[in-house]
């Protein structure tokens, strides 16, 4: 086996490269999966898009993102619910079956739901600060989705974000949060992402993982870095694995302990990084990712 065989680029690794030069740059690399951003379909075009994956010869390990299901407003719901079910046509259409769910945050802070990270915008909206009716929202408009997503062989993941991105972002914030939302629903439905940068933290999160295991939902093992000090824009601070404060070896091994043997995605939102020649980062990448991901993976 390959030290690159699960490993996938995630998009916003190079956010500045076009869709073209992040297939092109996967493949000269040797691998065989690709993470994409709606954003990047969207700028050539959904057909166009599968296209140039097939041509490509990778597979798309996961699309980002749907979810923001906080809204309070019919409108807003309706909205919401479209959009999601547009993304899991997209998803269904380049041949993945894992759509990332960033759920939505309060109402009143929540970024526009088409905004991609490291751009987004507060947006006015109804429905106020209350978090528990925004997380009992989150499973109403989950359960609405779930036949649909049922129906075209994608699965809703759920990602728990840090708890710092509750306000404006995700109002799950534990693994566990999510598995209990998941937990009406069948395995192949919905399932969670564990990544590292959100929740490495936690302290029931050798728990958390052997449950998301033995459930049957880890979808995605995501892998970056968490950086000290924290960027004036906290979205910005992933860094490549090695610069930061996670330790990879004890949560890959729990990972594989509990039995996911599947992709990882490095997906990393920092200014320095998006500056730097894409080859480079791809490059970077792959060495960390062989030096402290991939031996502990089983």
């Known amino acids: 086996m ?6 996938s680029i995630n998009t ?22 690709i993470g994409l951003w709606r954003d990047k379909v969207a700028e050539v075009g959904l057909d166009t898009a599968v ?8 597979s798309v390990s996961s699309l980002c993102r749907g979810g923001f299901l906080t809204a309070a407003d019919g409108p807003g719901q309706a909205a919401a619910l479209a959009d999601n079910k547009a993304a899991i046509l997209e ?26 990270d490291g751009g987004g915008t507060a947006v006015a909206a109804a429905g106020g600060k209350d978090i528990v009716l925004a997380r009992q929202r989150v499973a109403d408009r989950l359960a609405e989705l779930v036949p649909f997503a049922l129906e075209h062989g994608v699965r809703l993941v759920l990602e728990p974000l840090h708890p710092m991105y509750a306000a404006d972002r995700a109002v799950l914030s534990t693994l566990g949060q999510a598995l ?10 919905v399932g969670v992402v564990v990544d590292t940068f959100h929740v490495w933290w936690d302290p029931s999160l050798r728990e958390q993982i052997a449950r998301a295991g033995a459930e049957g939902r880890i979808a ?8 000290l000090p924290i960027a004036s824009d906290a979205l910005l601070s992933r860094g490549f694995m090695g610069d930061g404060v996670i330790d990879f ?8 302990e509990a039995g996911y ?12 990084i998006w500056a730097q020649p894409f080859a480079e980062v791809v490059d970077t990448v792959k060495a960390r990712y062989a030096e402290l991901v991939a031996p502990h993976l089983g």
Not at 91 to 116: H, R
Not at 220 to 227: A, P, T
């Open 2 to 7: 390959s030290t690159f065989e699960k490993l």
């Open 12 to 33: 916003a690794t190079i956010k500045k490269a076009s869709l073209a030069e992040a297939l092109d740059l996967s493949v000269a690399a040797g691998l065989q999966h």
């Open 51 to 58: 296209e140039m994956v097939r041509a490509s010869g990778l």
């Open 91 to 116: 998803a269904k259409a380049l041949g993945t079956t894992e759509i990332i769910m960033v759920v939505g945050g309060l109402p009143d802070f929540s970024v526009s739901p088409g905004a991609v």
């Open 180 to 189: 209990d939302l998941a937990a009406p629903h069948p395995a192949e439905a």
């Open 220 to 227: 995605s093992y995501q892998v970056c870095d968490f950086n």
């Open 249 to 256: 070896a004890t949560i890959g091994s729990w990972v594989a």
């Open 261 to 272: 043997n599947g992709v990882v995605e490095v997906e990393i939102f920092n200014e320095g």
